[in-house]
């Protein structure tokens, strides 16, 4: 593709420059958009917009049916960090809206879902992968098959989250218009995505956990900004928020980046203990409609 047919989809500008190359080879199958996938620096090719700094891919852009058919039995055997996540998540939403009803998009396994029902909220997600989705059915949990805006999900809803979804969606001010409308007059809007103008981005580069193969725009908190203040949201609060891992999954990662030789096993407890860890390269977002501010 050559970049002067490109169109920025934040910005709308078609001011774009090659800064990574596709490695992505021809066998891309489901696997390679696993929530659990560690193939750092592994994506697509990827142009930078010089108006607005977004990082758009520019082959995979159709990637819609490898979340369908996704299984990631790994993510579910992280649920109860992810838990302690949405939990954390939610007792910041409460700041906003301690109740009534509210949609998640890209669902997952419903646990957000889960949390903000334990919580009093009335709760829906919608999520694409069947597997996932199924997931949450065994566990009772309201998830619906298929992607926003989906029939069964009108609205108007108080609350509407978007986690760690917008970097995997094509054309991203559609979904966000589209998520406008189902909000109440009175609701909030909760993204979150990471940030590519973060420390950890910058020092690790294309080694940055979040350079995958699944992302396929790259934000930072100027860009995240202005795609939401064009899709009719004012920003109440920006934040960076706290992840929650295992000392495994944590010492996985780190020794990851060593050599072989200075790679050394981790004890068994490891997997025990659950800690927050605020690495600062990731960005959340409370908004509401604009017009209701004024
Ligand atoms: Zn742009």
């Known amino acids: 593709m050559t970049t002067e047919s490109l169109t920025c989809w934040v910005c709308g500008k078609s001011q774009f420059k090659q800064v990574k ?35 758009q891919c520019t082959d995979l852009n159709d990637v819609l049916g490898f979340y369908v058919d996704l ?39 419903g646990i957000l879902v889960e949390s903000a029902m334990e919580k009093g909220y009335r709760a ?17 949990l309201p998830v619906l098959e298929g992607t926003f805006p989906h029939p069964e ?24 218009r589209e998520i406008h409308q189902a909000l109440d007059d009175q609701g909030i809007f909760v993204i979150t995505t990471p940030d590519v103008r973060s420390l950890a981005a910058r020092i690790l580069r294309y080694k940055w956990w979040h350079f995958r193969v699944a992302h396929i725009g790259y934000f930072n908190r100027k860009n995240l900004r202005l795609l939401l ?3 009719g949201f004012e920003v109440v609060s920006m ?34 203990i ?18 209701q501010l004024c």
């Open 274 to 291: 659950i800690i927050p860890v605020n690495l600062r390269d990731s960005i959340q977002v409370v908004c509401r409609k604009k017009d």
């Open 239 to 272: 934040t960076r928020p706290s992840w929650y891992f295992t000392l495994r999954y944590l010492g996985v990662r780190i020794l990851s980046f060593l050599p072989l030789f200075l790679r050394f096993p981790l004890p068994r407890f490891f997997e025990t």
């Open 71 to 109: 299984e990631d039995p790994e993510y579910e055997n992280t649920r109860k960090e992810r838990k302690l996540q949405e939990t954390a998540l939610l007792k910041y939403i409460g700041k906003y809206k301690p109740s009534g009803a509210i949609l998640d998009i890209g669902a997952g396994s």
């Open 153 to 176: 999900t009108p609205g108007p809803y108080d609350i509407i989250t978007l986690v760690d979804v917008i970097e995997h969606v094509p054309h991203p001010l559609h979904l966000l």
């Open 124 to 140: 829906t997600g919608i999520e694409p992968s069947r597997w996932l989705r199924q997931t949450a059915l065994k566990r009772n």
């Open 229 to 231: 203040e064009k899709a």
């Open 21 to 55: 190359k596709s490695d992505v080879g021809t066998s891309l199958n489901s696997q390679n958009f696993a929530i659990t996938n560690f193939s750092y620096g592994i994506t697509g090719e990827l142009h930078k917009c010089g108006h607005c700094g977004f990082i």
